[in-house]
Structures are given as structure tokens and as C-alpha cells.
């Protein structure tokens, strides 16, 4: 499953900002006091971004391992959406906003026109009401015309930040190609639905102190890709997870990915899945379980597979087994002392372990789009 980082569609955001803000309507001395609390509320790429694995140079024996090699693409295209993304906020936001409105606590940056696609792009960034699920909350939204009453949301985000460390915090961010594409077809006269863009990924994070010890920081990004399809591409919906245990001397980065799509190329009816549970010590060694069901498997049977590497990312232990075949290289005890058991013996999370109200939120977004309120 490869998900192109092509689906990021920046062209999209490509903004002229030589009209934003200005003196006539800068904001008063207590209003910059609010517009830096709401900028420091806003994501961070350390939040949501994954660290992808790099294989050292000292090591040249044995093969390289699969799994890094499967795994680097999809965090690759994971984190361009998300660099991608936080960029263009970043960049809006630390110019002086257009509107500030005491109503509904939001300063609103724009519109400005869209210079490789039809209409104007703006950005809000408010504070929500006491008792909401999110502090603030934020938008990169469309209009067809230089009118913010034809404002369209299209990409949402939602923000608790730590009042004490403004690199922890939780949040929630969509990013909408079903508006998006509604949008150009309502207003682009030359946008091809056929090889738009459609479906929906969705993040739901978390970074702060582990509760069982404070000395370890621990982050968690949970994401999905919700029907999503690029460029015809058969549609995809996967279920990923991110996290990271740091205690300042080692860290633990695991993921865990679950895909349903077409691998086969359309040769069967049915889509097939594919699940990715892996985890590294301090970027390098790392243990891998894979599974594999399907129609393109004689009898529907499960492939299933472990892998282990060294801190070069070459390959120390492979096992395979497809309904009573078995195979594989090396011993068990080549994966080490902490990665010769396997992840659920050793307490690494999975999607299996996300709570249930975060994946309720994800749902929930997943399947209804951008909030109304």
C-alpha cells in the first residue's frame, strides 16, 4: 500500500499574502496578548510529525530489512501532509491577521487569491466556550470570491494546548478532500472528477508526561485515511498509529498500520488487508510482525511474518508462515534481548490499545466531515 504524497494537493494553497493585515487594522494591545495565546495553540510538526528511521553507515553486512523499507514511505507520506499542512498555517498566521471579531473570538487571515486554482483561501483561528471538546479550534477554508460569506472550511482542527509546555497538548485535525472536491466542482468549469482527489484523513494526537513516570514523554498520533483515492487509484481506508516513550537517554518509536485496498490490482472482487505493527529503539534496532489476508491468497488463508534488524536496518531474524507452511532465516534470539519476544509480550501499543473515545472522535470525523460549529 503506498499512499502517494501526491493527495497533499498544495497547489491548492499557493497564496498571495501581500494584502494581509495592515495598519487600519492591527490588532490593539490586549488583542495581541489574545493573537499570541492563539498562535501558541496551534500545532506543532514535533506533535504530529514521525521521526523516520535512517539505517547507519557503519554497517554494511547482511540485507537490508523489509519492514523499514516498507514503513519509511507511509511515514514519509504521512509526515509531508502533515509538514506540508502546518506550513501553510504557520506561514498565514505569523503575518498580521485581516479580522479580528470580539463575537466569536477568531481572527480570520484573508482571503487571498488562490494563484494555482480558482477562488480565494482564508484561515481562522478561534477560541471556543467553556465545557467544548477542543479549547481552539481552526480552519484553512475556500471562497469563490473575495467574500468571506462564501467561506468554505476544508481543512479543521481542533486544539487543548498545555497551559505549562507548549510542546504538549492533544488535538484533533481533518483534512476534507470530499469538501474540497465539491468545491471545485461547484465553482472549477476544468477540474476533472475523475482524477480528483477524495475521501478523508483524519489525526487525533496527544504528547505529555507518561502518567506512570513524568521523567518519560510520551507521544501518540492516531490517523486514518477514510476512502481516500488519488488520481483513480482504487480507494484506500487505513487505520495508522504513531507513538514515541522518550526518558531523555533512549526512546521507543512504534507503528502500526492496517490497510484495505486492492493490492491485487483488480484481479480479484474482494480488497485485501494488510496490518504493519513494528517498533524501533532509538531509530535504529527493531522487531516487525506482519499479516496478510485476502483473496489473492489461495484458499483465503493469512500470511503472516517477523522480521528483526540491527541498528543499520539489516535484516537478523525472518520467519513467514501461509496457512501450515513455514519458512524463514536466522535464529529468534538474533533479534536481541528486548526484541525476541514479541511486541504484545513486550507491552508495545497497536491500534488495538487507542481508546475508545479517541476513535469514536475519528470516527465521528471520518465519516461526517468538518464540524459545523
Request: charged content about 20%; proline content about 6%; hydrophobic content about 40%.
Amino acid at each position: 500500500m503506498r499512499l502517494t504524497k501526491s493527495f497533499i494537493g498544495l497547489g491548492l494553497f499557493a497564496l498571495s499574502l501581500g494584502g494581509c493585515g495592515g495598519e487600519d487594522n492591527a490588532p490593539t494591545e490586549s488583542q495581541q496578548a489574545r493573537l499570541a495565546r492563539y498562535r501558541a495553540a496551534l500545532p506543532s510538526a514535533a506533535t504530529l510529525q514521525a521521526a523516520v528511521p535512517e539505517a547507519s553507515a557503519s554497517n554494511v553486512l547482511g540485507d537490508p530489512a523489509e519492514a523499514p523499507l516498507a514503513i519509511v514511505p507511509i511515514i514519509h507520506d504521512v509526515n509531508g501532509a502533515v509538514v506540508d499542512l502546518l506550513t501553510v498555517i504557520e506561514t498565514v498566521t505569523s503575518q498580521p491577521p485581516t479580522v479580528y471579531s470580539e463575537l466569536s473570538s477568531e481572527f480570520f487571515w484573508g482571503l487571498f487569491p488562490n494563484d494555482d486554482g480558482v477562488g480565494h483561501i482564508g484561515i481562522y483561528v478561534r477560541e471556543n466556550p467553556p465545557g467544548s471538546d477542543f479549547q481552539y479550534s481552526y480552519a484553512i477554508g475556500r471562497a469563490p470570491e473575495n467574500a468571506i460569506a462564501g467561506f468554505e472550511p476544508i481543512v479543521w482542527g481542533g486544539s487543548n494546548p498545555d497551559a505549562d509546555n507548549p510542546d504538549f497538548g492533544s488535538g484533533a485535525i481533518l483534512w476534507d478532500f470530499e469538501a474540497n472536491h465539491f468545491f471545485e466542482v461547484a465553482h472549477n468549469d476544468n477540474y476533472d472528477e475523475q482524477a480528483g482527489t477524495r475521501g478523508r484523513f483524519v489525526s487525533v494526537f496527544g504528547r505529555g508526561p507518561d502518567e506512570a513516570d513524568a521523567s518519560k514523554t510520551v507521544t501518540l498520533v492516531y490517523a486514518a485515511f477514510a476512502n481516500f483515492q488519488d488520481h483513480g487509484e482504487p480507494p484506500v481506508d487505513a487505520e495508522y498509529l504513531y507513538g514515541q516513550v522518550d526518558d531523555g537517554t533512549n526512546d521507543l518509536r512504534f507503528v502500526d498500520i492496517i490497510g484495505e485496498q486492492d493490492f491485487a490490482d483488480g484481479e480479484t472482487e474482494a480488497p485485501e488487508t494488510m496490518s504493519l505493527h513494528a517498533a524501533f529503539l532509538n531509530s535504529g534496532v527493531g522487531r516487525a510482525e506482519n499479516t496478510y489476508s485476502g483473496e489473492a491468497i489461495a484458499d483465503d488463508e493469512t500470511a503472516a511474518s517477523t522480521e528483526c534488524w540491527d541498528a543499520a536496518l539489516d535484516r537478523t531474524y525472518y520467519s513467514w508462515t501461509l496457512g501450515e507452511q513455514t519458512g524463514g532465516e536466522g535464529e529468534e534470539s538474533a533479534c536481541g534481548a528486548i526484541f525476541s519476544q514479541s511486541l504484545t509480550a513486550l507491552g508495545v501499543p497497536s491500534l488495538a490499545n487507542v481508546p475508545d473515545y479517541q476513535r469514536a472522535l475519528l470516527t465521528e470525523l471520518a465519516e461526517t466531515g468538518i464540524p459545523t460549529n
